[in-house]
T-cell receptor, first 106, second 116 residues
């Protein structure tokens, strides 16, 4: 079947950049999404990118899309302790990765 | 605030005893979804309703059923829970327009199901 894969853990120091990577298999995905889940809360859409774009920037967030390699990444600049959460990438057809747990150390 | 509400947040049931999980939304969205999420795994779509149309995923076990009596409510029924059904169950909604592939989903906080 089609899989969305992410590494499970990432640890960074406060103020550093975080890069969370994702690979997907469905080349027909029109949109790709990043969701954030904080403890005790549901998943919340953080950002998304349309498949005809290579990059999307939104304040501290930068999404890069490499369609050829089916690789998606989320960069968080100046990572803060409040960014500690689980980040999920998702394809158009409601397939999610297992989530990357980001830990930010002071 | 408009939101997706799941009740209860924690549910304990016995092996083989039917259980129902509830989801309600105040967003007036036309699509509602149920996902199963096991520890350190991706949320797995079980089924979704597009308005009143039920869409079952091919690999969703028959043990799982769903009802959507109106726009606001959707229920997940597990007819005979097994130990392997212990998981977090996530409800989500979205507003999907005809001809648009954009599909932002709004999630509830989940119900954690324990099977004894």
């Amino acid at each position: 079947g089609e899989d969305v894969e992410q590494s499970l853990f990432l640890s960074v120091r406060e103020g550093d950049s975080s890069v969370i990577n994702c690979t997907y298999t469905d080349s027909s995905s029109t949109y790709l999404y990043w969701y954030k889940q904080e403890p005790g809360a549901g998943l919340q859409l953080l950002t998304y990118i349309f498949s005809n774009m290579d990059m999307k920037q939104d304040q501290r967030l930068t999404v890069l899309l490499n369609k050829k390699d089916k690789h998606l990444s989320l960069r968080i600049a100046d990572t803060q302790t409040g960014d500690s959460a689980i980040y999920f990438c998702a394809e158009t057809y409601m397939r999610f990765g297992a989530g990357t747990r980001l830990t930010v150390k002071p | 605030d408009a939101m997706v509400i799941q009740n209860p947040r924690y549910q304990v049931t016995q092996f083989g005893k039917p259980v129902t999980l509830s989801c309600s939304q105040t967003l007036n969205h036309n699509v509602m979804y149920w996902y199963q999420q096991k520890s350190s795994q991706a949320p797995k779509l079980l089924f979704h309703y597009y308005d009143k149309d039920f869409n079952n995923e091919a690999d969703t076990p028959d043990n799982f059923q769903s009802r959507r009596p109106n726009t606001s409510f959707c229920f997940l029924d597990i007819r005979s829970p097994g130990l392997g059904d212990a998981a977090m169950y996530l409800c989500a909604t979205s507003r999907v327009g005809a001809g648009s592939a954009y599909n932002e989903q709004f999630f509830g906080p989940g119900t954690r199901l324990t099977v004894l």
